[in-house]
């Protein structure tokens, strides 16, 4: 359901093969535009729900809509259906399902049929688009965030370049200030000890 690719993160799944003559898809796959799995976790499962309702969608619309199929073929659908679901090591488990697939290829002959389900198809993917739609909104929005957070930060370095730079030069400077005067007034005391010492000599 999850597949991570250097892009980022993407949703896929298998499509049944009993509904893949309407799906005109082998799978379903499409970016979830994050690199985050977190994040990518979240939409897959939303992504997940929405594809599995097209699932629904479709299998109800064989099993119950009369103008789809009459009741004789509703209940041939129908215990197909049940013994699709066998485990694939059952007798003649593959040989439903290939029966199964065949009975909805047919049921595509019938155009309201077809139109109705590619209605079911096509408000599925709208329903897609309209989620990576919203995907691309909320990473656009967190980069305009991040765009403005950086220019923030970038006007505040400049200010405090333009503000402290100076202090600091003007701090700087008046530290070899004084320091130039605390070694003035040194050799000052250095000299009167060496006078000092010279007036004892003396004495």
Known sequence: MLQCRATGFYFRTRVPSRFRDVVKK??????????????????????????????????????????????????DYADLLRRSILPPETSGAQETRNSLTESL?????????????????????????????????INAEHLLSHVRETDRMTALTGYLKDTAEPAMEKLIRSGEILASRIQGHQETINADFSHLRQFRVIL
């Open 26 to 75: 082998n799978e379903i796959c499409f970016s979830l535009f994050t690199r985050s799995r977190k994040i990518a976790l979240i939409r897959a499962g939303t992504a997940y729900e929405r594809t599995q309702a097209l699932f629904a969608k479709i299998e109800h619309a064989m099993a119950h809509e009369p103008w789809i199929i009459s009741d004789e073929e509703k209940q």
């Open 105 to 137: 290829r047919s049921y595509l002959d019938n155009d309201d049929a077809k139109n109705f389900l590619e209605a079911i198809i096509r408000s599925y993917e709208l329903e897609i688009e309209s989620l990576i739609s919203q995907y691309k909104t």
